[in-house]
């Protein structure tokens, strides 16, 4: 197996993976959506508020985003100059991706050295919300090194898309056609 083919495989299975945890991920949004609503109406129709409802929306709230940022960036919805990135000739686009998601590797390499151990803390000691409802926390706080992993695992494919682009190679794992995004 060539180098190419490696790693267009690795690409292909990267992007697959954190394709499949967005997905999962975008079926907390369906339970959120649920819990706001039962609250909203057993606190208006019938006068009885729950103490859970808006804390566990809240906690599944930041995992959602965090795991399904990686994704999103294989499809190039993060913050980018589009204005200026859209001019440039591939290649060059290319190159300054070279650049660029190094940054982005990084950061996510920092993420995951501080935020690892701030969630096993957070496992050992058992942590929970200060709220009336008290539920533990760690779960939410084991999405961000979760998250980082895979956006740093992403990064590193994107990078590798992009030496490919600035060598004038063809793509080895293409984001989809904006109508197979909506799938």
């Not at 019938?46 to 809240?58: K, Q, S």
């Not at 590797?105 to 701030?118: E, K, T």
């Amino acid at each position: 197996m060539t180098l190419e083919a490696l790693v267009a495989k690795a690409c292909r299975f990267v992007t697959a993976f954190n394709r499949w945890v967005a997905m999962a991920a975008s079926a907390l949004v369906v339970a959120m959506v649920a819990m706001i609503c039962y609250e909203v109406v057993v606190r208006y129709a019938f006068d009885a508020p729950t103490v859970w409802a808006i804390e566990l929306a809240r906690l599944l709230l930041g995992p959602y985003f965090l795991l399904v940022g990686p994704y999103i960036l294989h499809l190039g919805g993060h913050v980018n100059v589009d204005i200026f990135y859209a001019r440039l000739p591939r290649r060059w686009a290319g190159a300054l991706d070279v650049m660029v998601i190094p940054i982005i590797i990084y950061f996510a390499v920092m993420l995951l050295i501080y935020s690892g151990p701030l969630a096993v803390a957070s496992y050992e000691a058992g942590e929970t919300s200060t709220s009336a409802w008290n539920p533990i926390v760690w779960p939410a706080k084991f999405a961000l090194p979760v998250a980082v992993a895979l956006l740093l695992a992403q990064a590193l494919v994107e990078w590798a898309r992009a030496i490919a682009r600035a060598l004038g190679r063809e793509d080895p794992c293409p984001p989809p056609e904006p109508e197979e995004r909506q799938a």
